[in-house]
């Protein structure tokens, strides 16, 4: 069964960083995706971004393209989102996850358990 540890988040102003880190129990398969979802109240959980974790291969949502960057510390079982620019509309509670396609904010690897997220809030 798959563990995540996240760490980040925060307050910002708009045009501030912010960097997440999400760290697993085991390494993941060279086939599976790691990386964030988003949530806000009463709205559905979203893909943000994600990194196939044998090729590296990195997916974005098209509204944090060129914006976010994320990638993997292989020696730590760890996924990092670096967040630039920062937008009051991304505000959200974000979630680390895995699973084995880029559908896995709706369903990640089976026994996999959500963490509780991590508040990101852009105000000014």
């Known amino acids: 069964q798959v563990q995540l540890a996240e760490s980040g988040g925060g307050l910002v102003q708009p045009g501030d960083s912010l960097r997440l880190s999400c760290a697993a129990s085991g390494r993941p398969y060279s086939s599976h995706v790691m990386g964030w979802c988003r949530q806000g109240p009463g709205k559905q959980r979203e893909f943000v971004a994600a990194?196939?974790?044998?090729?590296?291969?990195?997916y974005y949502a098209d509204s944090v393209k060129d914006r976010f960057t994320i990638s993997k510390d292989s020696a730590n079982n760890a996924v990092n989102l670096q967040m630039n620019s920062l937008k009051p509309e991304d505000t959200d509670v974000y979630y680390c996850?895995?699973?084995?396609?880029?559908?896995?904010?709706?369903?990640?690897?089976?026994?996999?358990?959500w963490g509780q997220g991590l508040q990101v809030t852009v105000s000014s």
């Open positions: 990194i196939r974790w044998g090729r590296g291969a990195v």
């Open positions: 996850a895995v699973g084995t396609d880029l559908g896995y904010c709706q369903q990640p690897l089976r026994g996999f358990t």
